[in-house]
């Protein structure tokens, strides 16, 4: 009787956070908890019927009619030949709530992406919820008390100025929107920052910025440093080459206002590509165009909110070495941990997709997470990120758990403290019990007499467990280059399946890792210090672990020396190193399936 009294006064107390049944288990002061356990989540009914999450308790309140703003920035000296003010354009959804003077915190879809494309074929522009990012924030959260916040970036949709990608002016535009949204009567004064990729690279420019409104940011597989994105250890993308000038061209509507858009920097953008490509250390862009769109960087010690962090493991278009990467020795997630930073993190064997996004789960193949696709969608998307944006907007519940909700490539979720684990073991191959084919890699050593491919074979890491790989493997890899250039790709294979497990890349120039580039010269021994992509996979006990090394993997480019440079490999004086943990089960995290769910069909 007296916890049924209890829980009525926490409804009575929380009215906007809705009422939900409580845990078995307690809190640590003895009171139950005000949300289900993390851990019971799947023993619960949920909305698996519709395209995303849905929280499990709706809230008590309605949208009112959509509003628009247009503020008006001081962009003088921003920009080379651009103007000296520029207007950013927003619309906005406020909860029935706010009709009686409650003030509510924002969720802010900040992106280019509204009015997108050539006329006639344009997207919605913002005052029309955006499909799938801004419908899940609309159902799930304006419900609950919370505005809605479309906000179209300079140069896009109704914004006018240039169209600065990831640049500078770029984010001072979305540091106006967010201090505007923070200073409306109507708000409590606390924005979020959600979306996913370009939009989860907005939450990064605004964290930069250091806003006193931003107070967390859920970055999607969002862009944290333009360069490192295009330019893996110096390796290029195809899209390295276009990027700038594709968003370039897709935001024009071939009238007079275009000649605003193509300031300087825009310029700039459509050169910068091809000059890392061929030009490699002597590329005149990369301390200016490329430093001043790092950003993850720059916010370290400046931004003053939370982070969760939401990161597929097998996406190729913003790899998880954006959170997982940085200088040599840098791990970003938890340089943010270590600075004092309040960090979570969802990190799925899903693609360029959101925790929900179960059509998109369904679409991928065997060694790119095919294998954990029957336990990927994460139905309780939004109840996990009501929770946190009901502590970190509204101070309402317990602090969410600071930890990482980590899939494994079969498929298997659990929650580690961080993600790579602190207590990995990092075992050493012992390269000279490999066995090796191919001596080059790259069209010139065709020519030599050579392969166009290595491959080492190494036998098992043990014949009678699993190895469960968890982190960073490193291939510190012996080469000598026939010209001042070349790459490798290496792919990381299950040697008795042939499953990929992962990939790694370099441009020889970068054989120090990181972002700069040195000189080499034909016929120098070098050692290419080169980092996997993070890899969470279960190697079964007999299975060995095969590298296939080539000059160019899919989605990079050849490098621009071909056919003229080509790489002798040399396994036998290389290291390599695999991250290893080991678990008892006990923090196996079972996540709601239900047998109808889309994942399952």
């Known amino acids: ?80 030949g651009g103007p000296n003010s520029a207007d950013v354009h927003l619309s906005y959804w406020l909860p029935s709530n706010t009709e009686v003077g409650d ?73 106006s929107a967010v201090e505007w949204l923070g200073t409306q009567n109507w708000s409590n004064g606390n924005v979020a920052i959600y979306g996913k990729s370009y939009e989860g690279a907005t939450a990064w420019e605004a964290a930069a910025q250091g806003s006193e409104h931003l107070k967390t940011i859920v970055p999607i597989s ?13 390796s290029a993308e195809a899209r390295s080459q276009i990027m700038h000038s594709n968003y370039g061209s897709s935001i024009l509507d071939y009238d007079d206002d275009d000649l605003d858009n193509l300031c300087a920097d825009v310029v700039e953008g459509f050169l910068a590509g091809p000059t890392r490509y061929g030009l490699g250390e002597m590329d005149p862009y990369m301390d200016n165009y490329y430093d001043e769109r790092s950003h993850i960087d720059k916010a370290l010690g400046k931004y003053n909110g939370s982070i969760y962090w939401v990161q597929g493991m097998q996406d190729w278009n913003v790899d998880p070495h954006q959170v997982f990467g940085g200088p040599p020795g840098t791990n970003w997630y938890q340089a943010y941990i270590d600075a004092g930073y309040e960090v979570a993190g969802m990190l799925g064997q899903w693609e360029h997709n959101y925790p929900d996004q179960w059509s998109k789960h369904n679409a991928q193949d065997s060694g790119y997470g095919g294998e954990a696709i029957h336990n990927m969608t994460r139905w309780d998307w939004g109840q996990d990120l009501f929770e946190w944006m009901e502590y970190y907007l509204k101070d309402i519940g317990p602090k969410p758990d600071q930890h990482a909700q980590i899939q494994r490539h079969d498929g298997e979720w659990r929650i580690e403290e961080t993600w790579p684990p602190q ?31 290595v491959t080492i074979s190494c036998p098992p890491m043990s014949e009678d467990n699993d190895t469960h790989i968890s982190g960073l493997a490193t291939f510190h890899l012996t080469v000598v280059p026939s010209f001042d250039g070349g790459q490798v790709f290496i792919e990381m294979q299950d040697s008795e399946t042939g499953i990929r497990l992962g990939h790694a890349t370099m441009d020889v ?37 095969t590298f296939v090394l080539s000059e160019s993997g899919e989605d990079y480019l050849p490098p621009a020396c071909t056919p003229a440079c080509s790489m002798h490999i040399i ?28 994942n399952n069909q």
């Open 423 to 453: 207590d990995i073991e990092r075992i050493q191959l012992d390269m000279s019990q490999c066995q090796s084919s191919g001596a080059f890699i790259g069209t010139g050593g065709l020519v030599l007499g050579g392969e166009s491919t």
């Open 1 to 80: 009787m007296r916890q049924a009294v209890l829980l009525a006064l926490m409804c009575l107390m929380l009215p906007l956070s809705g009422c939900f049944s409580p845990s078995n288990d307690s809190a640590e002061n003895g009171t139950e908890a005000i949300y289900p356990d993390i851990y019971d989540r799947h023993e619960l009914q949920w909305d698996w019927d519709g395209s995303y999450a849905m929280v499990l308790e709706p809230g008590p309140h309605e949208s009112l009619d959509v509003q628009e703003a247009t503020i008006t920035v001081d962009t003088t000296g921003t920009w080379v």
């Open 103 to 175: 003030k509510v915190p924002v969720i802010a879809v900040i992106s280019p992406y509204f009015s997108y494309g050539q006329p006639g074929d344009e997207s919605n522009p913002t005052n029309i919820v955006a499909a799938g990012r801004g419908e899940f924030i609309y159902d799930n959260f304006i419900p609950h008390g919370y505005a809605l916040a479309q906000v179209a970036v300079f140069a896009t949709e109704e914004s006018s100025g240039c169209f600065d990608y990831r640049g500078d002016g770029e984010g001072l535009g979305i540091h």
């Open 509 to 545: 120039r970068y054989h120090a890792g990181g972002y700069d580039a040195q000189t080499v010269l034909p016929g120098q021994t070098v050692t290419m210090l080169m980092e996997f992509q993070g890899i969470d996979a279960l190697l079964p006990a007999g299975h060995g672990i």
């Open 571 to 598: 396994p036998s004086v290389s290291t390599v190193e695999i991250p290893v943990i080991y678990r008892d089960g006990s923090n196996v995290l079972i996540t709601p399936q239900g047998e109808t769910a889309a």
């Open 222 to 234: 969002g862009t944290t440093a333009l360069g490192p994105l295009l330019y893996k250890n110096g």
